[in-house]
C-alpha cells in the first residue's frame, strides 16, 4: 500500500522552529524521490526540498534554503523537514509527497498535476 502521513505541525510563535516527519510507505525503490511542499491561503502549492531515494541528493527552494533541512531515517521510513526562524509567511498546509523523478525537478513540479502521490497535510501557523 502506498501511503505518506505527515505530523509534526501545530502553532508556533515567529523566530520559533519546527521539525515535520513524513512516514513513508511503499516507496522504497530508488528511483523514487520524497519531497516537502506547501501550499498557503490564496497561493499555489510549492516545493520546499525533495531528496533522491537512491544516493540521497536533495535539493532547497532557494527562497528557503537557509531556514530548512531535509534529512531521512531509512530504519524508519520517514523523511524529516527542519525549519527555523519561522516567520508568520510560513504559515501554511505542509504536504509530503512521492515521486518518480529526481529530486530537483519533483520540487519544481509544485502544483502542476505531475505527483500523484501525496500525504494529507498538516497545518503550520507561525502565529503571537
Known amino acids: 500500500q502506498l501511503q505518506l502521513v505527515e505530523s509534526g505541525g501545530g502553532l508556533v510563535q515567529p523566530g520559533g522552529s519546527l521539525t515535520l516527519s513524513c512516514a513513508t510507505a511503499?516507496?522504497?525503490?530508488?528511483?523514487?524521490?520524497i519531497g516537502w511542499f506547501r501550499q498557503a491561503p490564496g497561493k499555489g502549492r510549492e516545493g520546499l526540498s525533495c531528496i533522491n531515494n537512491g544516493d540521497n541528493t536533495t535539493y532547497y527552494e532557494d527562497s528557503v534554503k537557509d531556514r530548512i533541512t531535509i534529512s531521512r531515517d531509512k530504519s524508519k521510513n520517514t523523511v524529516y523537514l527542519q525549519i527555523t526562524s519561522l516567520k508568520s509567511d510560513d504559515t501554511a498546509v505542509y504536504y509530503c509527497?512521492?515521486?518518480?523523478?529526481?529530486?530537483?525537478?519533483?520540487?519544481?513540479?509544485?502544483?502542476?498535476?505531475?505527483?500523484?502521490?501525496w500525504g494529507q497535510g498538516t497545518q503550520v501557523t507561525v502565529s503571537e
Open positions: 511503499g516507496f522504497t525503490e530508488d528511483f523514487y524521490a
Open positions: 509527497a512521492a515521486a518518480p523523478f529526481p529530486a530537483k525537478a519533483m520540487c519544481l513540479m509544485g502544483s502542476s498535476g505531475l505527483i500523484d502521490y
